[in-house]
């Protein structure tokens, strides 16, 4: 059967400040996610969170974009967000900055990730979920599950991998995009994705068939706000296994906690911590910046699953590594790099601090 998996997440209210989800609002959504199970409009589902963000895992036959899935998600994080407000929840509402929904949740603040399949005799995928950081923090990992021979062994010894992947790139300043194939072209991508503010992995597929393998949410939420809302907390669907990356080589990537941009108040740098569901709560300067891993297998649609991928003592060296890194990188303070480049800090709350003293500077002899 053709099934479609969407992922569609958005941060209606944190719990304390923007640390974690509010259960009452996950009892919210899955109430209403059952009654469109039993509708028929959805297979079946599982509400997650990660960090403050609120998180609709749904699968279906209607395939991506649909209008009635979105809306869906939509209702539901309006549902979510009455909840955030009767209980004063901080930013209750945040993501949601449309009034009206219009046949598609693109653009409205909630970030989302789809894909469409034909399932396989057995069909194994890897939901990733991060909070305090945006989409472009999955270039690195991506690269290593499908274009790095280091990462990953398949792409040496396996022959259903052994041409390589074509990555579907977007830039999100410019709203353009473009299809790069490894290992032809693994430097022109490289030079692309190096700049992961704006050069961002959309999709990958395998290139000896076009299956798609993996599909990230790339919504920049500041940039469409035109003002600062919060970093985009993005997600990601990896299929797994039999000719795509196995398992192991999809979490691989994860055991080096990369810098990325998020952290407190979006504008810091700071390590991608991979931990359980139970430790999905930044604190910490809120971070660091978290990634969790929901391991699924489908059968005829439905989800067996979620299995906490990153719960495993295989992963403590990276977390351990993380605090270290998060150690060094915070003494800069408000310090660049450990502060972002001023290019990124545009989308954040410091021009209007500039803005007030722009008229005492004067003129260098
Ligand atoms: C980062 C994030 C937090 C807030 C910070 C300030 O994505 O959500 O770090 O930016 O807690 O929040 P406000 O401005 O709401 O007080
Ligand atoms: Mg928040
Ligand atoms: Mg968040």
């Known amino acids: 059967m053709r099934v479609t998996l969407s992922v569609i997440k958005a ?7 923007h640390s974690r989800v509010h259960y009452t609002l996950m009892e919210k959504a899955r109430k209403i996610l059952e009654g469109k199970k039993k509708e028929g409009l959805i297979l079946d589902y599982r ?22 899935i979105h809306r869906t998600a939509w209702e539901t994080f309006l549902a979510a967000t009455e909840v955030a407000k009767q209980k ?20 409205m603040g909630p970030g989302f990730a789809e894909m469409c399949f034909e399932e ?7 939901v990733f979920m991060a909070d305090k950081t945006e989409p472009g923090a999955w270039n690195l990992p991506l690269f290593r599950m499908f274009a790095d021979p280091f990462n990953t062994a398949g792409l040496v010894i396996d022959p259903k991998m052994h041409d390589g992947f074509v990555f579907e790139v977007h830039d999100v300043i410019e709203h353009r995009k473009i299809k790069l194939r ?21 999709s990958v597929f395998r290139k000896s068939d076009g299956e798609i393998a993996a599909v990230t949410s790339t919504q920049r939420l500041n940039i469409m706000a035109g003002r600062y809302v919060g970093k985009d907390d993005p997600v990601m669907i990896v299929r797994c296994q039999s000719g795509f990356p196995a398992v192991g080589e999809v979490l691989e990537p994860f055991a080096f906690p990369h810098l990325v941009a998020g952290w407190m108040r ?12 139970t430790n999905a709560h930044p604190t910490r300067f809120d ?10 297998q489908l059968c005829n649609g439905l989800l067996d699953g979620p299995i906490d991928m990153f719960d495993d003592p295989a992963f403590d060296r990276a977390r351990e590594m993380a605090n270290r890194i998060a150690d060094y990188i915070r003494r800069h303070g408000p310090f660049e790099p450990h502060r972002l480049s001023a290019d990124e800090m545009e989308y954040t709350t410091l021009p209007h601090v500039l803005e007030k003293f722009k008229d005492r500077f004067e003129k260098l002899e």
């Open 11 to 17: 941060d209606v209210g944190g719990l304390v400040g």
């Open 47 to 68: 509400v997650m969170a990660c960090g403050d963000d609120l998180q609709l895992i749904m699968t279906h036959t209607r395939f991506i974009e649909d209008e009635e």
């Open 88 to 107: 004063k929840l901080y930013g209750a509402g945040q993501d949601l900055l449309k009034d009206t929904f219009s046949g598609n949740i693109k653009g």
């Open 120 to 126: 396989r005799p057995s069909e194994p995928v890897i």
């Open 182 to 202: 490894t290992p032809e072209e693994t430097y022109d991508l490289l030079a692309l994705i190096g700049q992961p503010g704006r050069y961002v992995i959309k």
């Open 266 to 277: 979006g504008s810091h740098h700071g390590p991608l911590m991979p931990v359980g569901f």
């Open 287 to 296: 971070g660091p910046p978290r990634v969790i891993s929901a391991g699924f």
